[in-house]
């Protein structure tokens, strides 16, 4: 069988007006005034996962729900600027849009539109069949209606990843696609406990052979050959500005090492060069780091890591 996409990413594709806020927990207050201003930006979590491996030379396609709106135009014309094909299924309710509340130190509160979507929402079979079937890879994003897809990707043969982002370990929506998912992707954010507890628990019940928690600044953890070990952050070679799409870089670069063959181990010390270099991209812009960079950067980390004294 033929694979001619790299990857096929399902879901996650929107709109969001970014507010950069004084402070994180936001005080009730009457008004704020807000500078330098509250702009709206195309792209969550499948649109930045796409262009982050489109980024790194793998095909990628993508596929969700849209809207006829200003924000679906946003979402289409993103993709056709950067060369990542993309399949749209009509959505009477509307392109997905969230609303980012930016904190000084770069950390974000994000409000999402849950009108946008509806339980009777489906991706037709044929077309996420015919597209699992054509893929080396499937990244699932945990946006409805993704979860009714999963059945048809394990048929197809395909490997499957997913980013419950900031799961509690508990809530069974989450749970659907981690006991469904080859990699799984989270947050440590909501999590009781240590990640280590969950990160095994996903592995013991469900499919996962590699699982990943990231803990932002105290880097992240890789279980793999039932073994966790930390991966610490990287610096990046700019200020960090905002960790908005931090999480979605790093799944990509972690992809795209897993997809040539790298070990766990450095396909995570690739996803932790990649959400850095997301940290120093302002929230209102939409950039991903590339191949020949990210290779750079993880050979000289490397070196320095070798060369260091023990």
Same mark, same amino acid.
């Given at each position: 069988?033929?694979?001619?996409?790299?990857?096929?990413?399902?879901?996650?594709?929107?709109?969001?007006?970014?507010?950069?806020?004084? =402070?994180? %927990?936001?005080p009730?207050?009457?008004?704020?005034?807000?500078?330098?201003? &509250? #702009?709206?930006?195309?792209?969550?979590?499948?649109?930045?996962?796409?262009?982050?491996?489109?980024?790194?030379?793998?095909?990628t396609?993508?596929?969700?729900?849209?809207?006829?709106?200003?924000?679906?135009?946003?979402?289409?014309?993103?993709?056709?600027?950067?060369?990542?094909?993309?399949? =749209?299924?009509?959505?009477?309710?509307?392109?997905? #849009?969230?609303?980012?509340?930016?904190?000084?130190?770069?950390?974000?509160?994000? @409000?999402?539109? /849950? *009108?946008? !979507?509806? $339980?009777?929402?489906? @991706? $037709?079979?044929?077309?996420?069949?015919?597209l699992?079937? !054509?893929?080396?890879?499937?990244?699932?994003?945990?946006?409805?209606?993704?979860?009714h897809?999963? %059945?048809?990707?394990? =048929?197809?043969?395909?490997? &499957?990843? *997913?980013?419950?982002?900031?799961?509690?370990?508990?809530? $069974?929506?989450?749970?659907e696609?981690?006991?469904?998912?080859?990699?799984?992707?989270?947050?440590?954010?909501?999590?009781?406990?240590?990640?280590?507890?969950?990160?095994?628990? &996903?592995?013991?019940?469900?499919?996962?052979?590699?699982?990943?928690?990231?803990?932002?600044?105290?880097?992240?953890?890789?279980?793999?050959?039932? +073994?966790?070990?930390?991966?610490?952050?990287?610096? $990046?070679?700019?200020?960090?500005?905002?960790?908005?799409?931090?999480?979605?870089?790093?799944?990509?670069?972690?992809?795209?090492?897993?997809?040539?063959?790298?070990?766990?181990?450095?396909?995570?010390?690739?996803?932790?060069?990649?959400? /850095?270099?997301?940290? *120093?991209?302002?929230?209102?812009?939409?950039?991903?780091?590339?191949?020949?960079?990210l290779?750079?950067?993880?050979? +000289?980390?490397?070196?320095?890591t070798? !060369? /260091?004294?023990?």
């Open positions: 069988m033929s694979r001619d996409i790299d990857v096929l990413v399902l879901g996650g594709a929107g709109v969001d007006t970014i507010v950069h806020v004084p =402070e994180l %927990p936001l009730y207050a009457d008004s704020y005034m807000i500078d330098p201003g &509250i #702009r709206t930006r195309v792209g969550q979590t499948g649109d930045f996962v796409a262009l982050g491996l489109g980024a790194l030379g793998l095909r396609h993508h596929l969700d729900m849209l809207g006829a709106d200003p924000e679906g135009d946003l979402v289409r014309a993103l993709h056709r600027d950067h060369g990542i094909p993309l399949t =749209e299924v009509p959505q009477p309710a509307g392109t997905k #849009r969230a609303v980012n509340l930016v904190g000084p130190d770069g950390r974000r509160l994000s @409000l999402y539109d /849950a *009108t946008r !979507a509806h $339980p009777d929402d489906r @991706l $037709p079979e044929p077309t996420v069949r015919a699992a079937e !054509a893929s080396r890879h499937a990244h699932v994003s945990i946006t409805q209606p993704c979860a897809a999963l %059945p048809l990707l394990r =048929e197809s043969g395909t490997t &499957i990843s *997913t980013d419950l982002h900031n799961w509690d370990g508990e809530n $069974p929506y989450q749970k696609f981690a006991l469904a998912a080859d990699i799984v992707f989270l947050s440590t954010t909501a999590l009781t406990g240590t990640p280590e507890r969950t990160m095994r628990a &996903i592995a013991e019940r469900g499919r996962a052979e590699l699982v990943v928690a990231t803990a932002g600044a105290e880097g992240a953890y890789l279980l793999a050959d039932d +073994e966790v070990t930390h991966i610490p952050t990287t610096t $990046p070679r700019r200020p960090v500005v905002d960790s908005n799409g931090a999480g979605d870089a790093f799944a990509s670069a972690f992809l795209f090492g897993r997809l040539n063959g790298e070990s766990p181990q450095r396909c995570a010390r690739y996803g932790a060069v990649a959400g /850095a270099y997301a940290c *120093t991209v302002p929230s209102t812009e939409v950039d991903a780091i590339g191949r020949d960079e290779l750079l950067q993880v050979a +000289e980390l490397e070196a320095s070798v !060369a /260091a004294p023990h």
